[in-house]
């Protein structure tokens, strides 16, 4: 097994933020995956940084790490491998998964849980998540999880989701649950300034124009940290702020004009303790 070159520990990222309780609360799944099995589910909106977080666990904690799209699963049993054609003679094609869990304080990634193609095709989670952490296949017999493995589930929840379902009562509730919200403007103006290398006066315009079409009471829009950052790279290119928005969220010229006349570039209205509870992870 090539588990050391298939399962590398990832390069930390820079300029990451996290509410100090979110930081304290994976310093204690740390401790207790050292004592029993550990899930973990992460929720949030979308491009928030659930991924991020999973990683950066994973690198903070000097963890190898594997990441599985669950959106792709149409039958129990595809995360382990596969029935497959050659020669007119079928094989069985095992995939990482069985590595990955086998593979001593691993961090496994299941993105977007809630997402698979058949909500049976979760069926055999049910076992690796559970206290024993043993399943059996026929291709390959037996399967224990290797001691301090933690699993981290993300995912997307609401009716804007389109292809998510709401995930099962009894595989929720085998997960210790962190909720992920989008920064404060304070925060959010810091990331982009640091991971950017935009001005301070740019990094704000951009959340101050992001947090009006979030909380637009008619129509809000998604803009999530992930698109303030497109956006922020654009401008450090040299786009102007106007233009940056459009392109990365294609909305129009005309709501984007109104924003910015409301606005009139409202660059001292930060609220002074917005960013505190915050901390670089």
Known sequence: MKRDKDLEVPKPEKHFFLKRDVVENLDRIAALAKRHPVNVLVA???????STLVRQFAARNKRPFATFQIGILSEPGQLFGEHRL??????????????????????IHLEEINRPEHP???NMLFSVLSENRTV?????????????????????????FIGTEMLDAALR??????VLEYLPPEVETTVLRLKADIGEAEALTIVNV?????????EPMVVSTRHTLMIAELVNLGAPVKEAFI??????????ESILLSLHVELGLREKDAGKGYEEY
């Open 44 to 50: 949030g909106k979308q491009g928030c940084g659930k």
């Open 86 to 107: 050659r020669k007119g003679e079928t094989y069985y094609q095992q995939f990482l998964f069985p590595r990955a869990v086998q593979t001593p304080r691993c961090v």
């Open 120 to 122: 049976k095709a979760l």
């Open 136 to 160: 059996w296949l026929d291709e390959l017999g037996l399967i224990k999880v290797a001691d301090e493995v933690i699993f981290f589930a993300t995912l997307n929840e609401g009716d804007e």
């Open 173 to 178: 509730d085998r997960f210790y649950v962190n």
């Open 210 to 218: 992001a947090n009006r079409l979030r909380s637009n009471a008619q």
């Open 247 to 256: 392109n990365s969220l294609q909305m129009s010229h005309d709501v984007l």
